[in-house]
């Protein structure tokens, strides 16, 4: 059977390339074995990838074991938590679209054979999944894990509680003694942020989708079982290596199994964008009404953070994703599809193991909350829809007067200052896909809200995004932006903005068809460069914000 490699390493004509491939320690024997990229998000920058560069050696053990040729890439990873509230998080998302290029030229340059992923922090682990669909190639994401509990007067943290205590900070409740006391206690060390929070979310996700390993992902950052796991990673693609490309996993059966894992515990708004994304790659129909379907069919049955009281760690130790994914199995929620592991979803769910007394996971009769996470809102507002977090309050309508504000910075020094109050609608726009450019996450402020008591008790619309550690009544993903002259560049303020998830409206008590659009804040960062490109490719959030479909 012939390999992709063997455009490298077969016949007399590639001497020169074999030559090369000698340098790098191949012998003659090696030219037979499937060559296996090892892409590795690794950076020193933040915890989430810190540690990758210690998993990815027995990954590369795993290959050699079993019969393959490992072949070492980076690519780049951009901190969502340390560029959050300044300008550096523009290049968050934008950095999905170029991980997962260079993803695609490492794997299609050197017509490698198979591909592994080691991913951490938030816009890795969809890049991985765009690039594996593009490659179709076998793929295999590995994800490096959760970050441990901080702890900080006997209370479990994560770094949702530092975001929530500049809130407080802001106002006087918290000095500066107790603010640093919580900055220093939340970041124990390695792994991705620790609640259900994006990079969770996506995780296990991914899982669902058939191209993560079950148990792999679930397995924290620090825990001694965490290298094994990289090992079996990376003996698995490697056996696979003549097997089927990531396509053969990601269909519309696969992708709703994703969509629903993430109604059914609480996930990250940033899902929709994503799971809309990785579709698109793949060429597989998919709305992002699925996510309001099923968040009326399926109830939340995880109580995790950061609606609920556990993190990640807790969810691994009750059990992890296969205890999850078999409650919804048993409630006829998920179809079961093939998995990377060569074992199907049902049989990879079979294996599940609850421990005794644990409180993470629910069964579906007795929820955490009889509905899921997310609501697709559609209206004068957002023709394209636009996304409801659901999952952290009981909240299905709200109303009040639009506090407008064309950046997160102006918004955020209004919440700071004490001018948001209890009943506003806070709208903050030009921070969409192609407006920011790069779609922002709002963490900043929904967390300085929640830090002032004011979560659930105001609303927050925006053309951008939110953090998955945002929580109260947040709807983000509006569309079309106000980049593009979508109604919310038609909103003024004191305008009366009404949101009904059970009628999945958004309205307004003005006819802004008679309004011009505002202009471009003239403050607006200049951009250049790749974000000047991203400005100009970028399609609808409604669509997943890709550089590779319409932008109509």
Known sequence: MTKRSDQITKGPERAAARA???????????????????????????????????????????????????????APVVSDGITMGHQGMRASLISREVIADAIEIAVYGHALDAVIVLVGCD???????????????????????????????????????????????????MNDEELGAVERAACPGAGACGGQFTANTMAMALAFLGLAPFGAGDVPAAHPGKADEAKRCGQMIAEAAKGSGARHFVTEASLQNA???????GGSTNAVLHLAAIAAETHVPFEIETFDRLSREVPIIT?????????????????????????????????????????SLFEELSSAVETKDQEVVRSVNEPVKERGGLSILYGEVAPEGAVLKTAGHTATRFEGPARIFDSEEEAFA????????????????????????????????????AGQGLAGKVALLTDGRFSGASHGFVVGHCAPEAAVGGPIARLREGDRISFD?????????????????????????????????????????SRGATTMQENS
Request: glycine share 12%; proline share 6%.
């Open 501 to 541: 998830a059970e009628t999945r409206r958004i309205d307004v008590d003005a006819d802004l068809r008679s309004r011009a659009p505002v202009p471009r804040p003239s403050s607006a960062p200049a951009v250049q460069g790749v974000f000047a490109k991203y400005a100009r490719l970028a399609g609808s959030a």
């Open 20 to 74: 090369m491939l000698r340098a790098t320690g191949m012998k003659d024997e090696d030219f037979d074995r499937p060559m296996v990229a090892v892409i590795n998000t690794y950076s020193s920058v933040t915890p989430c990838n810190m540690h990758l560069k210690d998993l990815a050696e027995p990954v590369l053990e795993g290959i050699r074991e079993a019969g393959g040729w490992p072949v070492e890439f980076g």
């Open 414 to 449: 209004a919440v700071q200052s004490g001018r948001i109050e209890e009943g506003d609608v806070v709208v903050i726009r030009w921070e969409g896909p192609r407006g920011g450019p790069g779609m922002r996450e709002m963490l900043q402020v929904t967390a300085a809200l």
């Open 303 to 343: 109580d995790l953070k950061p609606g609920g009281r556990f993190l990640a760690q807790d969810l691994f130790e009750a059990g992890g994703c296969r205890l999850f994914g078999q409650r919804l199995k048993e409630a006829g929620f998920l179809a079961d599809t093939p998995t990377v592991s060569g074992k």
């Open 123 to 173: 816009k890795t682990l969809p890049a991985a999944a765009m690039a594996l669909a593009r490659c179709n190639v076998p793929g295999l994401i590995f994800y490096g894990g959760t970050i441990a509990p901080g702890c900080h007067k006997g209370r479990n943290l994560s770094i949702q509680d530092v975001f929530e205590a500049v809130g407080s900070h802001g106002l006087g409740r």
């Open 259 to 265: 969509a629903t894992a993430v109604v059914a515990s």
